[in-house]
């Protein structure tokens, strides 16, 4: 493993659950997308490619690196970026959870509604951690180079 | 003192450059990335009790010699 695989991995699995997630949020919030996926399995594509990166390097760190490799893979610097992006992570979810809380049609209020409600949130936390692996990956990557 | 942290001034740089080590020599002997180095030397991060005692042995200086606290 390196710090360009790595990114590699990360960045495609952040890119790719952006895409979905921003397509998601945008349906959910009543946007008039002039697009629409056909084929509805394609949503397993996010999902099945973090399952795919992660096993991935699972895997490398234990049969495919060796201990220096791994040294620099995963040292405490990078431990404390990926803290911080999380942390980051953690409260724009809960900002962003309370204020689709606000928007709701609370005088409405239906099943449907709360289900419409509960993909919202899930799309929104979805679309945040993959915005910040996408960052994590093109920061990593760029110290490893220069920084 | 090289370029510091707020709270804990280093001179990792100096002592780094006195044994002809280069950033990424030091790294590998310190069990740690490049940029971890790189990143303690421009005072960007304060490494953990474990990391500073690798770097001084590799160093063969003491701790105190690369970090100190800033005087008030």
Not at chain 1, 34 to 44: E, G, K, Q, V
């Given at each position: 493993m390196t710090f360009f695989k790595r990114f590699l991995v990360l960045f495609i699995c952040g890119a790719v659950q952006v895409f979905f997630a921003t397509y998601l949020l945008l349906e959910l919030l009543g946007f008039g997308l002039?697009?629409?996926?056909?084929?509805?399995?394609?949503?397993?594509i996010p999902g099945i490619l973090v399952f795919v990166g992660s096993g991935y390097l699972t895997f490398s760190y234990y049969f495919l690196s060796d201990e220096q490799s791994n040294n620099a893979l995963y040292d405490e610097f990078t431990a404390l970026r990926y803290y911080k992006l999380a942390t980051a992570g953690y409260v724009i979810n809960g900002i962003g959870i309370f204020i689709l809380f606000s928007i709701q049609d609370w005088q409405n209020w239906s099943f449907e509604l709360a289900n419409n409600m509960i993909y919202q949130i899930a799309a929104f936390a979805w679309l945040i951690f993959g915005v910040l692996l996408v960052w994590f990956s093109m920061g990593d990557f760029k110290e490893s180079k220069g920084g | 003192m090289g370029k510091s942290h707020e709270k804990l001034l280093n001179n990792l740089e100096g002592l780094r450059k006195g044994t002809g080590l280069t950033q990424q020599e030091l790294s590998e002997s310190a069990e740690v990335s490049r940029k971890s180095i790189n990143a303690i030397e421009n005072g960007i991060y304060v490494p953990s009790t474990v990391l500073a005692l690798k770097i001084a042995k590799t160093l063969n200086c003491n701790v105190e010699d690369l970090f100190k606290l800033p005087e008030k």
């Open positions: 002039a697009w629409h996926l056909m084929n509805h399995d394609m949503m397993f | -």
